[in-house]
């Protein structure tokens, strides 16, 4: 099945510690996304990425970190440098806009990481 | 970044009709979408308007006015299952900006 896969879906880390969450997809879309959401508040963009070897900070890109070495697959690193890191992160990808193409978003299920 | 307002709550009675604004203030505007979320879930496509006017998809319409930076999710014959968190987001520049998200509470 195509899809978009993150992993893990829960994650526990101390204060202080690197983290790197997973994302997938075999839908061969160009873009990837990353967003936080936090209780209350919509999705924050944090990096995106329109082609492989490329990518762009988003709005809250402060101690974060990702790569884009292969077209499937865009890992996100949350730095400790972040200050409050615990979040539920998506991942999201889609094809390029054209023709009857939205190039909507399609999401993965979603990693919670808990600092504590 | 887009300014992107929409209510953080409304609740509705089954089987009944409920209108969603999303106002919002960019330049580059090139569409906008709605989402549906579930608690705990990841959001799912409802809607995508580039030009002005209503889409219909079923039970769900969309509206779209560029000058007015406005859009409207409609939701008609309202059932429990629409209970949910519904997104309005802006693309321009190629990314894709959200809202802060309606809360949609449906009773019986």
């Known amino acids: 099945d195509g899809g978009i896969t993150q992993s893990p879906k829960y994650l526990f880390r101390k204060e202080g510690q690197n983290v790197t969450l997973s994302c997938e997809q075999n839908?061969?879309?160009?873009?990837m996304y990353w967003y936080r959401q936090d209780p209350g508040q919509g999705l924050r963009l944090i990096y995106y990425s329109q082609i492989v070897n490329d990518f762009q900070k988003g709005d809250i890109a402060e101690g974060y970190s990702v790569s884009r070495e292969k077209k499937e697959s865009f890992p996100l690193t949350v730095t400790s440098a972040q200050k409050n890191p615990t979040a539920f992160y998506l991942c999201?990808?889609?094809?390029?806009?054209?023709?009857?193409?939205?190039?909507?978003?399609?999401f993965g299920e979603g990693s919670r990481l808990t600092v504590l | 970044g887009q300014n992107i307002d929409q209510p953080t709550e409304m609740t509705a009675t089954e089987g009944a009709i409920v209108q969603i604004n999303c106002t919002y203030q960019t330049s580059g505007f090139n569409g906008l979408f709605w989402y549906q979320q579930h608690a705990g879930e990841a959001p799912t496509f409802l809607s995508y308007n580039v030009l002005d006017g209503l889409e219909e998809k079923g039970r769900f319409s969309s509206f779209l006015s560029r000058s007015k930076g406005y859009s409207y999710l409609l939701l008609k014959e309202l059932q429990m299952k629409d209970s949910a968190s519904y997104l309005c987001a802006v693309r321009a520049a190629n990314k894709l900006s959200f809202g802060a998200g309606t809360t949609v509470t449906v009773r019986a």
């Open positions: 839908l061969n879309h160009d873009a």
């Open positions: 999201a990808s889609s094809p390029r806009a054209s023709g009857s193409n939205t190039g909507e978003l399609f």
